[in-house]
């Protein structure tokens, strides 16, 4: 909840986390996520500090497939075709650790791991239009806006960069 006005925006369909989130509206979502980790449909792994006594961000891993982009009007800016995509990443860390660096840390850390261990070598980073500070961090790797997707139930463009 320290997070709470940055997933608000972050999430696209506010409000989320609600005021009144729950200890049990949060299990029912990481219920609904480890049951799509163990379909293989969408991978979430929560981020944790070393002793793991604190989240400190999540990551989620959505194949070119997605039941995301059925629903989305997708653009390409530069003629690449989605289904040259490997997998769509999205992330968020808790603003409390931006200052530290730690989210280009984390970005550039999960890249590697997918290059190297998942054998992804296209896989894009999506944020959207309103995270001014996602996207300056995803820049400063050098990787440049290739898509978007619009969804009417969306409050904001979402941005894929590669």
């Given at each position: 909840?320290?997070?709470r006005e940055f997933l608000y925006h972050w999430e696209q369909e506010p409000p989320y986390p609600p005021e009144d989130f729950s200890v049990d509206d949060?299990?029912?979502d990481l219920?609904?996520?480890d049951g799509e980790h163990r379909n293989g449909t969408r991978y979430t792994h929560t981020v944790m500090n070393a002793d793991e006594t604190q989240v400190l961000g999540c990551i989620y891993l959505l194949p070119n497939d997605d039941r995301m982009y059925r629903t989305a009007e997708v653009t390409s800016h530069d003629g690449?075709?989605?289904s040259s995509v490997d997998a769509t990443v999205a992330f968020w860390v808790r603003v409390s650790t931006w200052e530290e660096g730690f989210e280009r840390a984390l970005l550039e850390t999960v890249l590697g791991w997918l290059r190297d261990d998942w054998s992804l070598e296209?896989?894009?980073i999506m944020t959207n239009?309103?995270?001014d500070h996602q996207i300056a961090t995803i820049g400063s790797l050098g990787l440049t806006r290739r898509f978007d997707y619009d969804r009417d139930k969306d409050m904001y463009t979402s941005h894929a960069y590669a």
């Open positions: 909840m320290s997070s949060n299990l029912e219920e609904q996520m690449t075709d989605l296209r896989p894009v239009e309103k995270l």
